[in-house]
C-alpha cells in the first residue's frame, strides 16, 4: 500500500529557528514534492526533487532550502522562520513524470510565533 | 490571469443531484489534467486524471476535458453528503514534472 508520511502534524516554532520538515516515501518513486497550502492561495510548490540529490525551484522557493540524500526521504528546511511561512505542509511523491498521481503525505501545519 | 482557474463556491447541491465542479487553465500546452478530492483537515487524493479531449467516466465520476476551450469539468452523480469537500484541479502545463493546481472548489451536499 501507498505511503507518504511526514515527521510531525503540528509543530509551533519561534521566529528566527531553523525548522525541518521530513518526509519518507516507501515507493521507490523518484520524484518528490513540497507544497504549502493557504486559505485562497492553493497549493503552491515550493521545491521539488526527481532524483537523489538533484532538486529543482517551484513557484515559491524563498526562505526555504531542500535536501535529498536519499531515494526515499525529502527535507523541507527553513532556514530563519518568519511568521509568514506559518501554513500547511504537504509532501508529496510520484513514480515518474507528472502524468502520474501524486500520492500527498498527511501534511505538516507549521506556526510560526 | 491564475493558470488554473476554480470557482471557490461553496457549491450546494441536494443529496442524489448532479454536481458540476470546473477548472480553466491558461496553458495551451497542458497535456495532463487531474481532480483531487480534500476532506477538510486531510490531505488530497486523486479521483481522476483526463489525457485525451472527451469523457472518462469512473463509476460516479465523469471528468470532461475540451483543450479547444482550455477548461476540465468533474460531474459527480448521485451525489452523497459523504462527496461533500474541496475539490482541487491541477494541470501538468507543458510537460515535465510540476503540477499546478487551482484553488479549490467547496462542494456541500446536503440532505
Known amino acids: 500500500d501507498v505511503k507518504v508520511t511526514q515527521s510531525s502534524r503540528y509543530l509551533v516554532k519561534r521566529t528566527g529557528e531553523k525548522v525541518f520538515l521530513e518526509c519518507v516515501q516507501d515507493?521507490?518513486?523518484?520524484?518528490m514534492f513540497w507544497y504549502r497550502q493557504d486559505p485562497g492561495l492553493g497549493l503552491r510548490l515550493i521545491y521539488f526533487?526527481?532524483?537523489?540529490?538533484?532538486?529543482e525551484k517551484g513557484d515559491i522557493p524563498e526562505g526555504y532550502s531542500v535536501s535529498r540524500e536519499k531515494k526515499e526521504r525529502f527535507s523541507l528546511i527553513l532556514e530563519s522562520a518568519s511568521t509568514n511561512q506559518t501554513s500547511m505542509y504537504l509532501c508529496?511523491?510520484?513514480?515518474?513524470?507528472?502524468?502520474?498521481?501524486?500520492?500527498f503525505g498527511p501534511g505538516t501545519r507549521l506556526t510560526v510565533t | 490571469q491564475k493558470e488554473v482557474e476554480q470557482n471557490s463556491g461553496p457549491l450546494s447541491v441536494p443529496e442524489g443531484a448532479i454536481a458540476s465542479l470546473n477548472c480553466t487553465y491558461s496553458?495551451?500546452?497542458?497535456?495532463?489534467f487531474f481532480w483531487y478530492r480534500q476532506y477538510s483537515g486531510k490531505s488530497p487524493e486523486l479521483i481522476m486524471f483526463?489525457?485525451?479531449?472527451g469523457d472518462k467516466e469512473d463509476g460516479r465520476f465523469t471528468a470532461q476535458l475540451n483543450k479547444a476551450s482550455q477548461y476540465v469539468s468533474l460531474l459527480i452523480r448521485d451525489s452523497q453528503p459523504s462527496d461533500s469537500a474541496t475539490y482541487l484541479c491541477?494541470?501538468?502545463?507543458?510537460?515535465?514534472?510540476?503540477?499546478?493546481f487551482g484553488t479549490g472548489t467547496q462542494l456541500k451536499v446536503e440532505l
Open positions: 515507493m521507490d518513486h523518484e520524484n
Open positions: 491541477a494541470v501538468n502545463a507543458g510537460g515535465g514534472n510540476k503540477l499546478t
Open positions: 508529496a511523491s510520484t513514480l515518474g513524470l507528472a502524468g502520474y498521481e501524486q500520492y
Open positions: 496553458d495551451r500546452g497542458s497535456q495532463s
Open positions: 526533487s526527481y532524483d537523489v540529490k538533484m532538486k
Open positions: 483526463i489525457y485525451s479531449n
